[in-house]
T-cell receptor
Framework: AQSVTQPDIHITVSEGASLELRCNYS??????LFWYVQSPGQGLQLLLK??????LVQGIKGFEAEFKRSQSSFNLRKPSVHWSDAAEYFC??????????FGTGTRLQVFP | GAVVSQHPSWVICKSGTSVKIECRSL??????MFWYRQFPKQSLMLMAT?????????EQGVEKDKFLINHASLTLSTLTVTSAHPEDSSFYIC?????????????FGQGTRLTVV
């Protein structure tokens, strides 16, 4: 079955610390991969996406993610977290850009 | 960038009434829009695919008669929750794909929080 797993429900980091949010997927073929961020009561903002090519993708707000086919993973990283990064982060996969399957999300809390 | 607007942002309605949510692509045309539902502290689940000029395609377990979808133009899709009940209270989000830029991601609206009392 197709699925996305975000093992960490809640992560707390100090401002300035590095961050890695995990995402593992189960999919029949090479999927399109996405990371979205959602602030409370807001819609989704795309952070970055992977369709093909270089497996290390750069996104907005200083985020990056690496696609590792052998591990079926697409972890999100940021070298130095800012307080404004506190939000819910969703990993998603799909056969293309449509009909996305979302993970359950990781809530990021940032302490000053 | 492409903008998708949802209206209203939030709505409170009485049990048994119907509520219409609009999803508009403001600066691009979309033959296909998607409706998702998000329960509190849960992920988004695809409800249906809205196709301009034709019937929507619903995901398994989603009641077609309860969640009416109309995609009458290339920039507007509507979701009507009929005879709403408290269990329909949720966050509804739409996304739309640019007709011209086919290999780009779908763009999400800001969502509509529905509370049924």
């Amino acid at each position: 079955a197709q699925s996305v797993t975000q093992p960490d429900i809640h992560i707390t980091v100090s401002e300035g610390a590095s961050l890695e949010l995990r995402c593992n997927y189960s999919y029949g073929a090479t999927p399109y991969l996405f990371w979205y961020v959602q602030s409370p009561g807001q819609g989704l903002q795309l952070l970055l996406k992977y369709f093909s090519g270089d497996t290390l993708v750069q996104g907005i707000k200083g985020f990056e993610a690496e696609f590792k086919r052998s591990q079926s993973s697409f972890n999100l990283r940021k070298p130095s977290v800012h307080w404004s990064d506190a939000a819910e982060y969703f990993c998603a996969v799909g056969p293309n850009t449509d009909k996305l399957i979302f993970g359950t999300g990781t809530r990021l809390q940032v302490f000053p | 960038g492409a903008v998708v607007s949802q209206h209203p942002s939030w709505v409170i309605c009485k049990s048994g009434t119907s509520v219409k949510i609009e999803c508009r692509s403001l600066d691009f045309q979309a033959t296909t829009m998607f409706w998702y539902r998000q329960f509190p502290k849960q992920s988004l689940m695809l409800m249906a695919t809205s196709n301009e000029g034709s019937k929507a395609t619903y995901e398994q377990g989603v009641e077609k008669d309860k969640f009416l979808i109309n995609h009458a133009s290339l920039t507007l899709s509507t979701l009507t929750v009929t005879s709403a009940h408290p269990e329909d209270s949720s966050f509804y989000i739409c996304s739309a794909r640019d007709l011209v830029r086919l290999n780009t991601e779908a763009f999400f609206g800001q969502g509509t929080r529905l509370t049924v009392v």
